[in-house]
Structure formats: structure tokens, C-alpha cells
């Protein structure tokens, strides 16, 4: 059963920092696009970063700058690196692979359960 598991999430103030963890297990995902995407209450889900299966990578403007985007294929594990954190950014995020068309619509192969972060004020 393949699987996608979100962790590192939680409450932190704004300006602070947090990293994201995705790991895979049933597949590996080596040659696969992955993403993170992220939905607030009463919002749809977005797009936030992707890194293709060679390492090139993407950022919606909101969190360029600030998000860093990265895999271990060794771990079948994708990084989100959050700095600068800020209120709007509190969202549940969720890691995908294998786009089903663009990288930056939500239809993808495989998606996480989630894990919620919040930014404090």
C-alpha cells in the first residue's frame, strides 16, 4: 500500500521557522514529480512549491524567498523548509507526487493525510 506521510507541523509564531516532512513507503518516488500544497479553512487547496523528479524547483509567489523545497531520494522523503512564517500561512499542508497534469493544480497520483500549521501573531 503505497503511502504518504506528513509530520512536522504545529503552532509557531510569526517570523519563526518550520520544517515539513513527507515520507514515502509502498513506491519509490525517485522519478516522480513531488509537490506540497496547503489549504486554509473556507479556501481551495494551492499550490506551494514542486521539485521534479531532476531537482528543478518551483514556488508560488506568495512563499518564494522564504519556503525551500527539497528531496532525499535515498529516504523517499520530501522537505518543506518554512522560514519567515506568517500568519497567512497557517493552512493544512499536504505533500503530493506524480502530477496528473500541471504541477500546479491539485490533481496528482498520491497525496499525504496532511499536517497543520499555524502561525501566531
Known amino acids: 500500500q503505497v503511502q504518504l506521510v506528513e509530520s512536522g507541523g504545529g503552532l509557531v509564531q510569526a517570523a519563526g521557522s518550520l520544517r515539513l516532512s513527507c515520507a514515502a513507503s509502498g513506491r519509490t518516488f525517485s522519478s516522480d514529480d513531488m509537490a506540497w500544497f496547503r489549504q486554509a479553512p473556507g479556501n481551495e487547496r494551492e499550490f506551494v512549491a514542486c521539485i521534479t523528479w531532476s531537482g528543478r524547483t518551483y514556488y508560488a509567489d506568495s512563499v518564494k524567498g522564504r519556503f525551500t523545497i527539497s528531496r532525499e531520494n535515498a529516504k523517499n522523503t520530501l522537505y518543506l523548509q518554512m522560514n519567515n512564517l506568517k500568519p497567512e500561512d497557517t493552512a493544512i499542508y499536504y505533500c503530493?507526487?506524480?502530477?496528473?497534469?500541471?504541477?500546479?493544480?491539485?490533481?496528482?497520483?498520491?497525496w499525504g493525510q496532511g499536517t497543520q500549521v499555524t502561525v501566531s501573531t
Open positions: 503530493a507526487a506524480q502530477p496528473q497534469g500541471s504541477i500546479y493544480h491539485p490533481l496528482y497520483g498520491y
